[in-house]
């Protein structure tokens, strides 16, 4: 019969594992990438507020994301695969 620690043991492990989660590679948080990079991967996942979702807030875009992507586009980028 497994003693305690060793349950606990076990228990921590597994714990350990899924909070790990399905990421196969570390987040890149101490080296981003390059400009061309971040702002490539900025323009996909558009991390600014959308214009069209409130009130106009002109200041909370820079300049250069002005103008968001067609919501074609973030639709093709979140869309849901089927079931």
């Known amino acids: 019969m497994p003693t305690l620690p060793a349950i606990r043991r076990v228990l921590f492990l597994a714990a ?8 196969l590679e570390p ?3 101490f080296n981003p ?8 991967r900025a323009h996909r996942y558009d991390p600014f507020p959308d214009p069209q979702a409130g009130p106009a807030i002109p ?16 639709a093709r980028w979140q869309r849901v695969p089927p079931h």
């Open 16 to 23: 350990a594992v899924l909070a790990a989660g399905c990421q």
């Open 27 to 29: 987040p890149a948080i």
């Open 33 to 40: 990438g390059d400009l061309d990079y971040q702002r490539a």
């Open 59 to 74: 200041e909370a875009r820079p300049r250069e994301f002005a103008n968001p992507p067609p919501e074609a586009s973030r």
